[in-house]
């Protein structure tokens, strides 16, 4: 079974850039459809990116194409999420998640979460 862990959140000015690591364990992120995905206060848990298993496709969500960029490192088993010109509306806890099927962009097709990690934006 898949352990995620992700990193790299915390507070950052409006305009600012973050990257934030998912750390996989008990398998490997090239076996697997790989996601980000996060929650803001009061709403849903939505896609942001994510990254086949098949041939390293990447998905976004139409919203935040330009402004996120998801990566694997397969030596060091992560994921990564870039994100660049950072807004207030980004603050939200983000979650790595892995399935072993196709990305997409509902949550009920992921199996296995990371705990999250809090990003905050100030204005």
């Known amino acids: 079974q898949v352990q995620l862990v992700e990193s790299g959140g915390g507070l950052v000015q409006a305009g600012g850039s973050l990257r934030l690591s998912c750390t996989a364990s008990?398998?490997?992120?090239?076996?697997?459809?790989m996601g980000w995905f996060r929650q803001a206060p009061g709403k849903e848990r939505v896609f942001v990116a994510g990254i086949s298993q098949y041939d390293g496709t990447t998905y976004y969500s139409d919203s935040m194409r330009d402004r996120f960029t998801i990566s694997r490192d397969n030596a060091k088993n992560t994921v990564d999420l870039q994100v660049d010109s950072l807004k207030p509306e980004d603050t939200a806890v983000y979650y790595c998640?892995?399935?072993?099927?196709?990305?997409?962009?509902?949550?009920?097709?992921?199996?296995?979460w990371g705990q999250g990690t809090q990003v905050t934006v100030s204005s």
């Open positions: 008990g398998g490997t992120v090239s076996m697997y459809g």
């Open positions: 998640a892995a399935t072993p099927g196709l990305v997409k962009y509902t949550t009920q097709a992921w199996d296995y």
